[in-house]
């Protein structure tokens, strides 16, 4: 085999990674985003019964139960991170859309503001998350219990860590995707508005 032959080979087995790397991101971000719905889906409905069962409880058969309060902290906590999570991966979070009426779409200086508004986000999501992770080491050391119930409250304190590590895995994602665009657009090769 010639060195033209071996070039050939190992492009095209370059290709094969990089298609089977393609592959495994979108089944491993599919299978995310199936998980996140599910907790987030089972989250919204354990809430409200919980509430439910301690008016009835309380109201009802007039039996206080002690400590429901409590527990509904852990998962609102988790449903508030999960849902700035979801609304990051579906793309419907706040942003600042009112500078978007001044710049026109289709154009570069659209295409240049989407960047810089994704790096902004990315910047932004990376420092939180890295101030998350410092609070996630600071609450395994300390490994704090619910007062009533005794609960590890390091349960509810990783959703803070977690729900921003997965947000800012998604704006990193929109970053990718809004750059190639934009880079296409600021080329004259791409007619799709950003």
Do not use: D
Not at 9 to 38: D, E, S
Not at 60 to 77: C, N
Not at 113 to 130: D, E, G, I, Q
């Amino acid at each position: 085999m010639n060195i033209e032959h071996q070039s050939i080979l190992f492009k095209l087995l370059c290709m094969g990674v990089l298609k089977l790397m393609r592959t495994f991101a979108k089944y491993f971000m599919n299978a995310l985003a199936k998980i996140q719905i599910g907790v987030t889906a089972f989250l919204t409905i354990a809430i409200p019964l919980l509430i439910v069962f301690q008016v009835l409880l309380r109201y009802v058969f007039r039996l206080p139960l002690m400590g429901i309060e409590e527990l509904l902290m852990f998962p609102i906590i988790w449903l508030y991170m999960l849902g700035g999570a979801n609304a990051s991966r579906t793309r419907s979070h706040i942003e600042c859309g009112i500078l978007t009426l001044y710049i026109r779409e289709g154009t570069k200086g659209r295409a240049i503001f989407n960047m810089v508004r994704v790096t902004v986000c990315v910047l932004v999501s990376c420092w939180l998350t890295y101030w998350a992770f410092f609070y996630l080491q600071y609450a395994l050391r300390m490994m704090k219990s619910s007062p009533l119930l005794k609960l590890p409250m390091i349960v509810a304190e990783s959703a803070v860590f977690i729900g921003l590590a997965l947000m800012t895995l998604y704006a990193i994602i929109e970053l990718v995707e809004v750059y190639r665009l934009s880079i296409r657009r600021l080329q004259g090769k791409e007619q799709e508005v950003l």
